[in-house]
């Protein structure tokens, strides 16, 4: 069992930043993949950047919507997976859950709220 712990979220002016950070514990090893995705009010959930660690070499994929404007790492000493949002705009208004793939089963956090208003 892999749990995900989400942190950082909250409401931020168009234009601001926000860093959110999700730990994980449990059975971590073999967690090649982590990732954020996405459930905006009334829409499905959408995967917003993917990074994945072969040996020394992390692969990140990110949505085309957020390209330029986030930026995930992760930190394998510490279970912790980070995504770095800039520039952000009221579409980005939605719930943000950790993902996580260990072993052929994909795990989720609960959430955290990311609210961006004036």
């Known amino acids: 069992q892999v749990q995900l712990v989400e942190s950082g979220g909250g409401l931020v002016q168009p234009g601001g930043s926000l860093r959110l950070t999700c730990a994980a514990s449990?059975?971590?090893?073999?967690?090649?993949?982590m990732g954020w995705y996405r459930q905006a009010p009334g829409k499905g959930r959408e995967s917003v950047a993917i990074i994945t660690s072969e040996g020394r070499a992390n692969y990140v994929n990110y949505a085309g919507f957020v390209k330029g404007r986030f930026s995930i790492s992760r930190d394998n000493n510490k279970n912790t997976v980070y995504l770095q949002m800039d520039s952000l705009k009221a579409e980005d208004t939605a719930v943000y859950y950790c993902?996580?793939?260990?072993?052929?089963?994909?795990?989720w956090g609960e959430g955290t709220l990311v609210t961006v208003s004036s």
């Open positions: 993902y996580a793939l260990s072993r052929g089963t994909d795990y």
């Open positions: 449990g059975s971590v090893f073999s967690m090649n993949t």
